[in-house]
């Protein structure tokens, strides 16, 4: 079964510095994995997506991620976070061959501070 | 292109009554699957329809159903509502490839209360 652990409930950063956010994953097969991000009261917008192509994966707003099979970790990286970043993000793995069902992390609280 | 559209935005019902959400996915795409987000459980899948038959389904109760029309809109229903579904009730849509590849998009959610 897949599954996926984010490993910070709330990550606090101060707005030009680096943000990390963490994720591990859990997949019996090479897995296709995600970040969503949700900002309040919205839905769910999609940062970027790793399907078994290049393991440094770039997304929208300078995000990026990179996938390590030795560590199971899939962690989402930003150079410089910008106040507009404040959100919740989720890490995402899908569950193989079953189309449109997603599993989902409990997610984290990016604040960012001035 | 129009993104996934939900419709109504937010609702109030009392409990015992039921309630159709709806959806519309993106033009082309023939998958649209139901999520549930609370602060409790976070996002759990409901489940999936594709050309009008539903292909997954998460662990809900029976009260909990859908369903799928041929120009691929959906609608899912809530019976015998209770409390507990008081929630933020997101639909998703993509191509539906059953391979994991697929890209998934969002609507804002329809956000239900329960009184």
């Known amino acids: 079964a897949q599954s996926v652990t984010q490993l910070d409930s709330h990550v606090s950063v101060s707005e030009g510095t680096p943000v990390l956010l963490r994720c591990n994953y859990s997949?019996?097969?090479?897995?296709?994995l995600f970040w969503y991000v949700q900002h309040p009261n919205k839905g769910l917008q999609l940062l970027l997506k790793?399907?078994?192509?290049?393991?440094l994966v770039k997304g929208i707003n300078g995000f990026e991620a990179e996938f390590k099979k030795s560590e199971t970790s899939f962690h989402l990286t930003k150079p410089s976070a910008h106040m507009s970043d404040a959100a919740e993000y989720f890490c995402?793995?899908?569950?193989?061959?079953?189309?449109?069902?997603?599993?989902f992390g409990q997610g984290t609280e990016l604040s960012v501070k001035p | 292109k129009a993104g996934v559209t939900q419709t109504p935005r937010y609702l109030i019902k009392t409990r015992g009554q039921q309630v159709t959400l709806s959806c519309s996915p993106i033009?082309?795409?023939?998958?649209v699957s139901w999520y549930q987000q609370t602060p409790g459980q976070g996002l759990q899948f409901l489940f999936e329809?594709?050309?009008?038959?539903?292909?997954n389904k998460g662990n809900f109760p029976g009260r909990f159903s859908g369903r799928q029309f041929s120009n691929s809109r959906s609608e899912m229903n809530v019976s015998t509502l209770e409390l507990g579904d008081s929630a933020l009730y997101l639909c998703?849509?993509?191509?539906?490839?059953?391979?994991?590849?697929?890209?998934?998009?969002f609507g804002e959610g329809s956000w239900l209360t329960v009184v």
């Open positions: 998703a849509s993509s191509l539906g490839h059953r391979d994991s590849g697929n890209t998934i998009y």
């Open positions: 997949s019996s097969y090479s897995p296709s």
């Open positions: 790793y399907t078994s192509a290049a393991t």
């Open positions: 995402v793995v899908s569950a193989g061959g079953q189309g449109g069902k997603l599993i």
């Open positions: 033009s082309g795409h023939r998958s």
């Open positions: 329809y594709f050309s009008e038959t539903q292909r």
